[in-house]
């Protein structure tokens, strides 16, 4: 039975990322009593680097208020490990003598996983518990991580329309999402009536056009006074660009380790707000990023996201001990289970955010999104209905 256990958090932190690393280490206790648990300090760098925290004998209190607490207590990375980092990977777990490895993270994560699995030939149980707000992840109903950031979203949105009320105008809220469209989604979760907003919802899945944007955006104005967009910044444009790419010379993108373009900033909001200086003149319009606040915002950490997150890590050392693969979360019987899937079906995948939740010629969700988004982000509020 494994020995070591290495953990380690990849990616974008979240609201619960920290309560998948408790329920592994409480549970490898329970397991394992007499094994050593060594926590990566940020993601595979760590161990490449032999920069470890010993997790062995923290106690449980202690452990228990970070899992409570958002962003990645070990430190992340964007790292994305070629076959020659991921040789310098399993040298440091060797050196560690480490039997299982459990990485916390998305489906860049699990590719890391899969590509180490291959390369260690069973020598190490190599184990991907998900995580990721961007809720992307193949085999996976939703991810840890997810509920709590659409619980964000659908409360901004929500609070934003109410303010548009009052003082109508546009307001266009650009959310995180670089090629699924679920979070921007969430937006509408907690929209009551046909007059709610966002009324109009833009996702990387359907492409995005600026005059039929400014089309649109009349058309509600005509009908509402006001006007609630929400907007994926992975939104593309016909010929399947990033829209990002239209607006920014090509000299001055901005890419990541992974080699992915910088979608959100000043450039994206300055490129709606020209589009509708331009295309609606003299009407009181706002543009914002949402930017990294949905993702690990501590005022909206929601319990059942938190829980799933803990029982994540619990079963990922299960995983470990029946020799690796990918903690999927599943949606059976009216319930969430945990299932154990190959990291090959998970492994530098993504999974979009299905055609028939939106309407087929409307930028809004279908009753089956809808139903998709409330089981999951319920509404907490009853809103007095404004006069206006």
Known sequence: MPSTFVIAQ?????????????????????????????????????????????????AEEQLLRIAAT???????TRDKPDAAY???????????????????????????QQILTEAAKGSIAFVHAPKTIDN???ENDHTPGFISAAEFVAGAFLSVDLDFRALPGIYVGIVMGRHAGFLTAAAAAWRDEDTDGPHLI?????????PRFIDEVKETLARHRRCVVAVSE????????????????ADKLERDAHGNLK????????AFENALAEGLPGKRARVDALGYMPRGYIGAVNAVD???????????????????????LKYEGGKTVLKLVPLANVAGKTRHMPDDYMLPDVNHLSEKGMDYLRRLVPGRFKIGRPFV
């Not at 958002?70 to 992340?76: I, V």
């Not at 938190?306 to 999927?328: L, N, P, R, T």
């Open 86 to 112: 991921c040789d310098l990977v399993l040298e440091g777990l060797k050196k560690a003598d480490a039997q299982a490895f459990i990485y916390i993270g998305g489906n860049d994560t699990a590719g890391t």
């Open 10 to 58: 990849g990616g974008g932190p979240t609201a619960v990322i920290n309560q998948t690393m408790a329920g592994a280490v409480l549970e490898i206790r329970r397991r394992h009593p007499k094994a050593r648990v060594l926590g990566s300090r940020h993601g595979v760098r760590g161990i490449r680097d032999g920069d470890y925290v010993d997790l062995t004998d923290i």
């Open 136 to 138: 992307d992840l193949e």
């Open 306 to 328: 938190a829980q799933e997150a803990f029982d994540a890590g619990v079963f990922a050392i299960d995983a470990a001990d029946k020799g690796g693969g990918s903690v999927a």
């Open 70 to 76: 958002p962003g990645a207590a070990l430190g992340s």
């Open 202 to 210: 833009y996702v990387p899945e359907r492409a995005f056009s600026v």
């Open 263 to 270: 979608l959100s900033g000043s450039d994206l909001s300055r």
């Open 234 to 249: 992975g939104v593309s444009t016909a010929d399947g660009k990033a829209l990002v790419e239209s607006i920014v010379p």
